[in-house]
């Protein structure tokens, strides 16, 4: 894995949903599932099931912004001419970056991993932020598992290396750098909060990085 191109899906996709199948390669004729087919570890896939694949694993951020420009897939209507331009909108910083905070905000249920607050605004909208552990100027992915939910303070306290997080997910503090009224804001019990998907937890090369390189501890 390149890890500073990953991007993880919005949405997860299965290979099929009812009768219809998002691989045509993957349905029998009599509509069974190929599974020679779906054993494979490498699979071409048609240029228009592709497109399809990317739509739907996207979904929550391409109708979050392109409602007008992108419908969502429905196997009942036929395949529109394959222009790539959701694979033009992946390599895109906006994009990346949008997908990054949908996908980080919801794996920690929009609350402080380090604060254990969750604040939303007027609008329903949530007031924590996504952050990378190994920053993108340092080429970290836009991986969930690269990422933290964290209020604004705290995330910027987290950019200087003023707080960082051990292998055990316990929180770090940088001697002599942090007031007083600053470490009450941190979780009493000096652990992070988690996801509820283990799959999820911050990635512990991460965390290294983050250790040796930003942490001022």
Not at 40 to 65: H, M, N, Q, T, W
Not at 134 to 142: H, L, M, R, W, Y
Request: proline content about 7%; overall charge neutral; glycine content about 8%.
């Amino acid at each position: 894995m390149n890890r500073a191109t990953y991007l993880d899906f919005d949405a997860a996709v299965p290979f099929y949903e009812g009768d219809e199948y998002y691989e045509s390669a993957l349905k029998k004729d009599d509509g069974s599932t190929n599974k020679g087919a779906f054993g494979r570890a490498v699979r071409l896939i048609p240029d228009g099931e592709f497109d399809r694949i990317l739509k739907s694993g996207f979904a929550p951020i391409l109708g979050e912004k392109l409602t007008s420009e992108v419908t969502p897939p429905g196997f009942s209507e036929p395949l529109a001419p394959f222009e790539r331009p959701v694979v033009e909108m992946m390599g895109s910083r906006p994009f990346r970056d949008r997908s990054f905070v949908h996908n980080v905000r919801a794996a920690y249920s929009n609350r402080c991993a380090i604060t254990g607050l969750r604040l939303i605004n007027g609008e329903g909208r949530p007031e924590v932020q996504a952050a990378h552990i190994q920053p993108v100027a340092s080429k970290g992915p836009d991986s969930i598992r690269n990422g933290l939910a964290l209020s604004g303070t705290v995330h910027w306290m987290f950019d200087r290396g003023l707080i960082s997080i051990g292998d055990d997910y316990k929180i770090l503090v940088a001697e002599n750098h942090v007031p007083e009224d600053a470490v009450r804001l941190l979780n009493k019990n000096g652990v992070i909060h988690l996801p509820k998907d283990q799959t999820l937890y911050p990635n512990a090369y991460y965390l290294k990085f983050h250790r040796d390189q930003v942490f001022k501890g």
